[in-house]
């Protein structure tokens, strides 16, 4: 009885206290499951924060952590999805157990970048280095040689000391003290040329031959001329009032040195000349390197160094100190045949069929050119009198070398008029009242060259603009006016054997 009792007051106890417990489990789990997603949440929003915000460099510059990258972005917003949404298929246990995924990034960007200037460094040639002292490019010459790795080498001390012995031997020369020689196409086979037809007087009075321009070069290389670019004399800058004005260049060499400008006319290898002992065309050898082709006896194209891009190319590479940082020559160009040997012209669409790949090989010739010290020049599209030529004949012109040759050869701000003869015999004509002046100005010209062949230093900057006359050195100068280029070179010892004289009169 007293047992049964016992029982009895027992039972309200045990059933108070399991209720308190299930009262304890309702209310208090649910809590413990919310903190432990909330804090699941925070986490993953951490690791998104941390994704975005990853630096910018390492998806620009490393291409390997690109995609290390990708993976911890993949891997943690799978993290991420799995804590809300228990969908673990996109989980990888693997790269979830990195919590250091932008460390890790900024790492490897860091160590790229360290990669990057090991091998700038690494690749520092000494030789061009020598070069380019040669060259007079002393401050490109010192950036370099101070990324060297090993400073110790007793060839960088040497170096060094070149650079400053070199510096201190210049002096500021005047741009508007120099000389601008051109030419034309040269005779690779005199007996071809001078073979009597129609056309040979005209290549007697106003070609070279490559064996002249061979022996030029020996004399104006001893007698201390220096190639310079057209834009080492002047270039255009803006002054304190907004306009574009032609500044002086400043150029530094040693005194003994005189500036020295050279250009060709009429790089195109025109139809006409075919067969008569020129280059046909210019070409890329087998190691990109600029030549010319021809075609032979048999019929058969052979590569050579038959004009003067390749023959001046050789004689800087064997004597650097002939060009000034690395300039050659500006080669002047009609449209109306095409460019550089290529039937380029719009003209051609109907008779070239192989007009497309003819303009891709001509732009990658043109732009090794470029890439080695050459500038390109509008010689006009139609090889035309623009002095005498109506204003729409005028325009009509540029209009068409705009289409169809500064697509090939690049954006050009030269022109060399045709035959010598600007569209004005007087410098105050160039003004924007001049509807002709103002075109070209249109177009993008700012430098213009005439034919003037006295020994006179005859380039003018005015405003906006640089007028230069030029210098033929050609058979009819040789041989009429040896007296006007004996500064330049020794005619006697210049003259082809196998030249004709006496050469032709005008």
């Known amino acids: 009885m007293d047992s049964k009792k016992k029982k009895f007051i027992l039972l309200p106890l045990f059933i108070l206290i399991l209720t308190i417990a299930v009262l304890i489990i309702v209310i208090e789990v649910p809590k413990i499951f919310s903190k432990t997603k909330s804090k699941d949440s925070l986490l993953g929003a951490v690791l998104a924060n941390k994704i975005m915000s990853a630096p910018e460099k390492s998806l620009k510059d490393n291409n390997s952590s690109d995609s290390a990258n990708n993976l911890t972005d993949q891997d943690s917003t799978g993290d991420q999805d799995k804590l809300q949404n228990n969908d673990s298929s996109i989980v990888n246990p693997d790269d979830s157990k990195n919590p250091s995924s932008d460390s890790a990034a900024s790492d490897s960007v860091n160590q790229q970048d360290s990669t990057e200037t090991t091998t700038e460094a690494e690749n ?47 002096v500021l020369k005047d741009p508007l003290e120099n000389m601008h020689i051109f030419f034309h196409s040269l005779i690779y086979d005199a007996s071809k040329a001078f073979d009597g037809d129609y056309k040979a007087d005209g290549y007697n009075q106003f070609m070279t031959t490559c064996l002249e321009f061979d022996r030029m070069l020996e004399q104006l290389y001893e007698r201390d001329y220096v190639l310079v670019a057209m834009h080492d004399l002047a270039k255009l800058e803006t002054d304190e009032n907004g306009n574009q004005v032609m500044v002086p260049g400043e150029i530094y060499l040693p005194e003994n040195k005189k500036l020295l400008v050279l250009s060709v006319d009429d790089v195109n290898y025109y139809e006409y000349m075919e067969e008569d002992g020129f280059a046909n065309k210019l070409v890329l050898d087998q190691n990109g390197n600029v030549t010319c082709s021809m075609l032979n006896d048999q019929g058969m194209t052979v590569l050579g160094d038959y004009d003067v891009v390749p023959i001046l190319d050789k004689f800087v590479e064997n004597h650097p100190d002939f060009s000034y940082r690395g300039a ?47 500038e390109f020049a509008s010689h006009s599209w139609g090889h035309i009198d623009l002095n005498i030529v109506t204003l729409e004949s005028f325009q009509h012109d540029a209009d068409r070398w705009e289409k169809n ?31 002709r002046f103002a075109y070209l100005k249109q177009k993008g010209f700012d ?14 900057i005015r405003g906006d603009f640089l007028l230069q006359g030029r210098r033929n050195l050609d058979g009819y100068r040789m041989f009429y006016n040896p007296e006007m280029v004996d500064d330049l070179i020794d005619v006697d010892y210049v003259f082809d054997e196998a030249r004709p004289l006496p050469v032709p009169p005008l």
């Open 124 to 170: 520092i040639d000494l030789d061009e280095i020598e070069i380019m002292i040669k060259m007079y490019d002393y401050d490109r010459a010192l950036e370099l040689l101070e990324k060297y790795p090993d400073q110790n080498d007793e060839r960088v001390t040497s170096l060094n000391l070149d650079i400053k012995n070199g510096k201190n031997n210049t």
């Open 405 to 435: 040759v500064l697509p090939i050869v690049g954006e050009t701000d030269i022109m060399i008029y045709p035959f010598g003869s600007p569209f004005s015999l007087s410098i105050d004509d160039y003004n924007y009242d001049n509807p």
């Open 328 to 374: 050659k020559g500006i080669l002047a160009l009609t449209g109306y045949e095409g460019a550089l040997g290529y039937r380029t012209d719009e003209s051609y669409k109907d008779i070239n069929p192989n007009l497309e790949a003819d303009i891709a090989e001509a732009k990658k010739v043109a732009q090794a050119l470029r890439d080695t010290g050459w």
């Open 447 to 460: 430098y213009f060259c005439t034919v003037d062949g006295s020994k006179q230093y005859t380039t003018s």
